[in-house]
T-cell receptor, first 113, second 111 residues
Framework: NAGVTQTPKFQVLKTGQSMTLQCAQDMNHEYMSWYRQDPGMGLRLIHYSVGAGITDQGEVPNGYNVSRSTTEDFPLRLLSAAPSQTSVYFC????????????FGQGTRLTVV | QQQVKQSPQSLIVQKGGISIINCAYENTAFDYFPWYQQFPGKGPALLIAIRPDVSEKKEGRFTISFNKSAKQFSLHIMDSQPGDSATYFCAASSTGNQFYFGTGTSLTVIP
């Protein structure tokens, strides 16, 4: 079982560049989400999706776009990278409903210079 | 504003000691309170979770204590081991799977 797979693991971008962080899960989970982890800030929700074709904003959505065309994939797009987006990004998935375990990917460490 | 407040930021415990991490919340709609463990370079993984209808849940050396009236919950790690050294996050959610995480506690267990 692959679980939640994120690519790439590391990325360096120049300010203003765009890129897509990939996330795929093979557990047929309805719910998927993106978090960023910064020192002293914990995990903050960027965007989430409750199923294919449905997305919504989390706590810190500015500068990021998402789409969900299939159950398995939930890519995160940075349209014009800024140094403030330097962070570790985690994708998570879970079954929809109360009190279900969220499974996290290994993370993508992004540096914007 | 931080929906879930976690303390301490870091914790150093001797092997065999008890590690205690505390969290507090304000939103009374929260009905699921998990703790996640994260090792360096890895994603968080569920350690133990509790619902507000019970005051305590124990799984091996790990115990969650929950105080609904005070809106507080804590993680106790008994007989702490060097392998427990990791970052621990408390979290809370209501219906809809949206989790709010604490800021994390870096635990170091000294042999």
């Amino acid at each position: 079982n692959a679980g939640v797979t994120q690519t790439p693991k590391f990325q360096v971008l120049k300010t203003g560049q765009s890129m897509t962080l990939q996330c795929a899960q093979d557990m047929n989970h309805e719910y998927m989400s993106w978090y960023r982890q910064d020192p002293g800030m914990g995990l903050r929700l960027i965007h989430y999706s409750v199923g294919a074709g449905i997305t919504d904003q989390g706590e810190v959505p500015n500068g990021y776009n998402v789409s969900r065309s299939t159950t398995e994939d939930f890519p995160l797009r940075l349209l014009s990278a800024a140094p403030s987006q330097t962070s570790v990004y985690f994708c998570a998935s879970s079954y929809r409903g109360e009190g279900t375990e969220a499974f996290f990917g290994q993370g993508t460490r992004l540096t914007v210079v | 504003q931080q929906q879930v407040k976690q303390s301490p930021q870091s914790l150093i415990v001797q092997k065999g000691g008890i590690s205690i991490i505390n969290c507090a919340y304000e939103n009374t709609a929260f009905d699921y309170f998990p703790w996640y463990q994260q090792f360096p370079g890895k994603g968080p993984a569920l350690l133990i979770a509790i619902r507000p209808d019970v005051s305590e849940k124990k799984e091996g050396r790990f115990t969650i204590s929950f105080n609904k009236s005070a809106k507080q919950f804590s993680l106790h790690i008994m007989d702490s081991q060097p392998g427990d050294s990791a970052t621990y996050f408390c979290a809370a959610s209501s219906t809809g799977n949206q989790f709010y995480f604490g800021t994390g506690t870096s635990l170091t267990v000294i042999p």
